[in-house]
């Protein structure tokens, strides 16, 4: 079977973008607190997430609605809406993180088919058949901590269809269980669904340099002929004690797993996902593009063709990331 | 309320020497006025083998000096390596065992258990949903603010489950399968040569403009700051969480465990504990934030938090 790809869609636009570019599947999440990617001016309204899906379904194309941040204790209803009002606007899945709210939307909508999202961080086949027993996950996100290999032995154990990232913007860290941006900020991915928030982002000129800050911390500075990257915690530079400074945790370096298409097809991979939610259409529509020419390329012929991403890698530079064991 | 608050104690998260970490546990055994004690090597599984035989010993000498011994699993299991380690925990069944990933959590269904800090439990629905399958006792992520663990509590106490708040100690934030340990000595996680042992509180990460910032401690990425809610632990007992748990550090933890006990016991204010810790701790600030709803790194004072 080839591999389904899925684009992100921060807007209806990228949404239409993904789609003519040739997304099986695209995902998206509603305008609040109840996505990943919650930030200023993206996402959908319930009519825009209604007429996505028409979009999309009306090309054989499907929509997958994320509802993958954590329940705020004392407040479930926004996420229970969330749920409600995606299954009654027509989402081929929605993808959720929260045992809670897993359980929730099984015992509520049961033939609304669900997904895990990366944010629940299943790692092993023991965490990802509690969730297909207990929920009847149908697709796991894996995070981003497993070897080619490791992923291999998961998809045969549990038969649950597994997704994996290809393209786009790397967390070095597991996925939801990451406090780094609500030390700094108080905001987190889990709580508020955002990372390095906007709001506490300050650019500093200081002579010829620089600074980026988030809250009251530098996470970098900028000489005169680099270019400013946006300051995400876990990519800025820092110093250890006794070592020289650097990118501790991770470089500025986009993830592109194209070359490992045909271990990952070995390895049992359903679905291949791009990460980006926060970029403008015309990123989507290129990734996109470009991806789908080259899986057609590899169902018809087995081999992965050179195809040129660059211009829009982040800082120029790939990485396979925790897919090859050397990364760690 | 009626019931005593617990003074608990999690695993040692960093790589000591093993001399000194079975030391350790024998001075908490003797010295330290603890309740509970969970103990295992729960950062990188490259660690354990050190740790192995001398775990027998320790758990002898906690029980016989009256604490409660809860095996702690590991925070990120992938190979099957350390799915089998967890396996092996879960059906070894004679002490309790303290779930701090998914898997362990699917593996403990059914069986009383803990549930660790490092198991998403953001809210009532989710605690019911483990609290039906056999969990215990909930041990809160650090980056609760008080509202949070104040619903939690509620519907922990309906429930019949116990919650457990952080209230020393540095706070961990994030895990990886990449260790920055060995990163920041030029090395992979495979030949490591075991550099975190060189760190017994985690090593010191700084910003670009030399201020402290986080701690690096192998595969985890922790806070600078050491977590402290000294000043918080009569409201904390208002809310009715009923476990308070020390991270061990290389500072005197039998000073710190007593003086938290005589806290928890109405005998000493909080907030004279906290000027204690304050200089007890001398090689970072302490915080409070994420309790307070602000940046962990912060430190609210209690004038602030009057007029907050």
Redesign the interface.
């Known amino acids: 079977m080839a591999f389904e790809l899925i684009c992100p869609a921060g807007t209806p636009a990228a949404l239409r973008a993904a789609v003519d570019a040739g997304a099986d599947a695209v995902y998206c999440g509603f305008r609040d607190e109840t996505n990943a990617r919650n930030f200023p001016g993206l996402n959908f309204s319930r009519e825009e997430l209604g007429e996505a899906v028409r979009y999309a379904h009306a090309r054989d194309r499907k929509v997958f609605v994320a509802i993958n941040t ?5 407040n ?1 209803a926004p996420w229970h809406k969330a749920v409600d009002d995606a299954a009654r606007l027509g989402a081929d899945a929605v993808i959720l ?5 897993l ?2 939307a099984a015992r509520k909508h049961p033939s609304l088919r669900l997904h895990l999202s990366v944010q ?8 990802v ?3 297909r027993d207990a929920f009847g996950v149908q697709r796991v996100v894996l995070p ?3 070897t080619v290999a ?1 992923i291999k ?1 998961l998809t045969a154990e549990t038969g649950v269809e597994v997704e994996v990232f290809v393209f786009g913007g790397l967390c ?3 996925e ?5 941006s ?5 905001l ?1 991915p ?2 508020q669904g955002v990372c390095s928030p906007a709001s506490h982002v300050r650019y500093e000129p200081r002579g010829n340099e620089l ?1 980026s800050r988030l ?7 900028f000489g005169a002929d680099e270019p400013a990257g946006y300051p995400t915690l ?1 990519k ?6 006794g ?1 020289d ?1 650097g990118y ?3 470089e500025p370096t986009s993830l592109n797993a194209l070359q490992l298409l045909p271990e990952l097809k070995k390895a049992g991979v359903h679905a291949l996902k791009i990460e980006g939610r926060q970029r403008g259409k015309a990123y989507i529509a290129s990734v996109v593009q470009t991806y789908r020419k080259a899986l057609d390329a590899f169902e018809r012929n087995g081999k992965v063709p050179n195809v040129d991403l660059d211009a829009v890698v982040e800082g120029a530079r790939e990485t396979a990331g ?1 897919y090859q ?4 | 309320m009626a019931t005593r608050s617990l003074l608990t104690l999690g695993p040692v998260l960093f790589n000591w020497p093993v001399d000194q970490w079975r030391d350790f546990y024998a001075r908490m055994a003797d010295e330290a006025p603890l309740d509970v004690v969970y103990l295992g090597e729960v950062v990188c599984s490259k660690r354990a083998p050190f740790f192995e035989d001398a775990i027998p010993d320790v758990i002898e000498r906690l029980t016989a000096a009256g604490k409660r011994v809860v095996l702690a699993s590991p925070i990120l299991v992938t190979t099957d390596r350390e799915r089998k380690a967890v396996r092996d925990l879960v059906e070894a069944g004679e002490l309790e065992v303290e779930a701090n990933d998914l898997g362990a959590v699917a593996q403990l269904a059914g069986k009383p258990h803990a549930v660790g800090p490092f198991v998403n439990v953001y809210n009532e629905a989710t605690l019911g949903w483990l609290a039906s399958r056999g969990a215990t006792s909930v041990s809160l992520g650090a980056e609760m603010p008080a509202a949070s663990v104040a619903s939690l509590t509620q519907e922990a106490t309906r429930l019949g489950v116990e919650t457990e708040v952080q209230v020393f100690g540095r706070v961990p934030l994030a895990i990886s399968a990449r260790c920055y340990h060995a990163r920041v000595h030029g090395l992979h996680k495979d030949g490591c040569q075991f550099v975190c042992g060189q760190d017994l509180d985690g090593l010191g990460v700084e910003t670009l403009d030399d201020q402290p910032f986080l701690a690096v401690n192998g595969l985890q990425t922790m806070s600078h700051t050491y977590l402290c809610l000294a000043a918080e632990i009569a409201e904390l007992q208002r809310l009715g969480v009923g476990r308070f748990r020390l991270s061990p550090h290389t500072v005197d933890m039998v000073r710190v465990a007593k003086g938290f006990r005589a806290v928890l016991d109405g005998e000493r204010a909080g907030g004279d504990l906290a000027a204690e810790l304050a200089g007890l701790v001398t090689d970072a600030p302490l915080a409070n934030g994420f309790f307070h709803d602000a940046a962990g790194a912060a430190y609210i004072g209690s004038h602030e938090r009057m007029t907050a």
């Open positions: 954590y329940p705020t204790a004392g479930l993180a929260d045992l809670g709210l359980d929730y629940a961080s299943a790692a092993n086949a023991e965490a058949t509690l969730f981003r901590v497993l490791d032995g070095p860290m597991a939801g269980r990451c406090s780094l609500s030390y700094a900020t108080g987190s889990n709580k600074i809250g009251d911390f530098t996470i970098n500075v876990c800025g530079r820092f110093a250890a004690q070592a400074a501790l945790f991770e925790a064991k050397s990364w760690r």
